[in-house]
T-cell receptor
Framework: EDKVVQSPLSLVVHEGDTVTLNCSYE??????LLWYKQEKKAPTFLFML????IEKKSGRLSSILDKKELFSILNITATQTGDSAIYLC????????FGTGTSLTVIP | DGGITQSPKYLFRKEGQNVTLSCEQN?????MYWYRQDPGQGLRLIYY???????QKGDIAEGYSVSREKKESFPLTVTSAQKNPTAFYLC??????????????????FGNGTRLTVT
């Protein structure tokens, strides 16, 4: 059975902290893994990972994929209140599969 | 600017009534999708369409119907048969990988969602 597990489910940190969000998956015909940030409405695309061990970076956010151990992590350094959101992990295979998300709250 | 437009943003209906949610995209994407989002459950796939005049059921299609008469448009009807219709509905689109049918290797682009409340 295809499944995606994100942890932790929720996280509260102070501005300036570094956080690591986890995503483990088991999907049929795995192709890639995508990370999204969802504030109030539409999820916005962050990263697409297709190869193991290659870190993708965008400002304070970075992500890496391990296709052997079937997981990915999303790191956010020097967190800001604007990082408060739900972060969704979506491995793709025969379709897009979504985890339940990690709800991040950054306190000033 | 290219994007996906969902309307309305909020929708209220009485139980027993069918309701149609609109989704229009001008990204020239072949594939379009409807997801439902409930608290604590992530996004669940209702229906998807990879090409005009063709669509497939997702994981929770019961009580829903769709049509794909035009590339730009993928409306979703929530019928009275849907037992728990109150939810946040998200429409998305993506490029279809023509090299391998059913391959999903490009990001989904989402609309801003429709929040449906049925009382």
């Amino acid at each position: 059975e295809d499944k995606v597990v994100q942890s932790p489910l929720s996280l509260v940190v102070h501005e300036g902290d570094t956080v690591t969000l986890n995503c483990s998956y088991e999907v049929t015909n795995f192709r890639s893994l995508l990370w999204y940030k969802q504030e109030k409405k539409a999820p916005t695309f962050l990263f697409m990972l297709t190869s193991s061990g290659i870190e993708k970076k965008s400002g304070r956010l970075s992500s890496i994929l391990d296709k052997k151990e079937l997981f990915s992590i999303l790191n956010i350094t020097a967190t800001q209140t604007g990082d408060s959101a739900i972060y969704l992990c979506a491995p793709t295979g025969n379709q897009f599969y979504f985890g339940t998300g990690t709800s991040l709250t950054v306190i000033p | 600017d290219g994007g996906i437009t969902q309307s309305p943003k909020y929708l209220f209906r009485k139980e027993g009534q069918n309701v149609t949610l609109s989704c229009e995209q001008n990204l020239n994407h072949d594939a379009m999708y409807w997801y439902r989002q409930d608290p604590g459950q992530g996004l669940r796939l209702i229906y998807y369409s990879q090409i005009v005049n063709d669509f497939q059921k997702g994981d929770i299609a019961e009580g829903y119907s769709v049509s794909r008469e035009k590339k730009e448009s993928f409306p979703l009807t929530v019928t009275s048969a849907q037992k728990n219709p109150t939810a946040f509905y998200l429409c998305a689109s993506s490029i279809r990988d023509r090299r391998q049918l059913g391959s999903y290797n490009s990001p989904l682009h989402f609309g801003n969602g429709t929040r449906l409340t049925v009382t």
